[in-house]
């Protein structure tokens, strides 16, 4: 059974730091490409940042220079570092496989004063 669990969201002041977690199980983060979304109150989800089977990376113009995305291939783990937090930034965060087969719960973060 294939299971993602994020974790590491929380309550930030406005120019904070979280680093969000993405454990996995049943499935390879070597061979599997993850993405990050989110979704932000009253508003669908966005595409924030992937990690590719080989290591390349991607993010959305909104969160580029800021958000940095990596994994653990020993701990099977994709971890999303959020820099330079903004109030717009604010939303549960998922991680997911490529296609959308398998995400997590999510995780919440705040960005407020």
């Known amino acids: 059974e294939v299971q993602l669990v994020e974790s590491g969201g929380g309550l930030v002041q406005p120019g904070g730091s979280l680093r969000l977690s993405c454990a996995t199980s049943?499935?390879?983060?070597?061979?599997?490409?993850i993405k990050w979304v989110r979704q932000a109150p009253g508003r669908g989800l966005e595409w924030v940042s992937s990690?590719?089977?080989?290591?390349?990376?991607s993010y959305a113009d909104s969160v580029k220079g800021r958000f940095t995305v990596s994994r653990d291939i020993s701990k099977n783990t994709v971890y999303l570092e959020l820099t330079s937090l903004k109030t717009e930034d604010t939303a549960m965060y998922y991680c997911?496989?490529?296609?959308?087969?398998?995400g997590g719960q999510g995780t919440q973060v705040t960005v407020s004063s």
């Open positions: 997911r496989t490529l296609d959308d087969k398998y």
């Open positions: 049943g499935l390879t983060v070597r061979f599997n490409t």
């Open positions: 990690i590719y089977v080989g290591g390349f990376t």
